[in-house]
């Protein structure tokens, strides 16, 4: 069964600088789909990016992007110029392109992101 | 504005009472999700629908029952057989090819227990 892993139960950052968020998962196939989403005090469930695991070109998104290491199954995420409306938790999340499969995102159980002024 | 609508925000629910979340998107995506997400932890499927009149069990079905009687609504019913139903519940909803499309999720339910 495929699962997500990540380590960090809580990070810091400054305003302004930057900080990376780690997740690996593990699976046996070799078509999948990872994401980050991030969860604001809101509690709503947002798409900060998504990663095709065919492509090996890194996915970006403004001052979001990820390091996926397909090999080590590895696909952290990075956040350059902190913002005070970053802080969150933020839930990697994994889905196998396989139509026979359930279509459930995985998820790893998150990671709190505390920004300081 | 297109978007996911869940209600209520806050729901309570009384020992031995069947309550229904109300799950509605009009972004015409085809597939659409129900998740418990229990404090410290990451989200579990409870059921989803790729089609109407269709849907499937999720990981922690037991407990729950859902209807996708138009493509638009995806309600979830907590019945009484549910003995643990304290839970933050997500809606999502993806189009087309439900295995390879992103979810996009709702605001959110919050059920408590009286």
């Known amino acids: 069964a495929q699962t997500v892993t990540q380590s960090q139960p809580e990070m810091s950052v400054q305003e302004a600088e930057t900080v990376t968020l780690s997740c690996t998962y593990d699976t046996s196939e070799s078509d999948y789909y990872l994401f980050w989403y991030k969860q604001p005090p809101s509690r709503q469930m947002i798409l900060v990016i998504r990663q095709e695991a065919y492509k090996q070109q890194n996915a970006t998104e403004n001052r979001f992007s990820v390091n996926f290491q397909k090999a080590a199954k590895s696909f952290s995420l990075k956040i350059s110029d902190s913002q005070l409306g970053d802080a969150a938790m933020y839930f990697c999340?994994?889905?196998?392109?396989?139509?026979?499969?359930?279509?459930?995102?995985?998820f790893g159980k998150g990671t709190k992101l505390s920004v300081k002024p | 504005d297109g978007g996911i609508t869940q209600s209520p925000k806050y729901l309570f629910r009384k020992e031995g009472q069947n309550v229904t979340l109300s799950c509605e998107q009009n972004?015409?995506?085809?597939?659409m999700y129900w998740y418990r997400q229990d404090p410290g932890q990451g989200l579990r499927l409870i059921y989803y629908?790729?089609?109407?009149?269709?849907?499937q069990k999720g990981d922690i079905a037991e407990g729950y029952s859902v209807s996708r009687e138009k493509k638009e609504s995806f309600p979830l019913t907590v019945t009484s057989a549910q003995k643990n139903p304290t839970a933050f519940y997500l809606c999502a909803s993806s189009k087309g090819r439900w295995y390879q499309e992103t979810q996009y999720f709702g605001p959110g339910t919050r059920l408590l227990v009286l």
């Open positions: 972004l015409n995506h085809d597939a």
């Open positions: 999340a994994y889905l196998m392109n396989y139509g026979g499969s359930q279509g459930n995102l995985i």
């Open positions: 629908s790729q089609i109407v009149n269709d849907f």
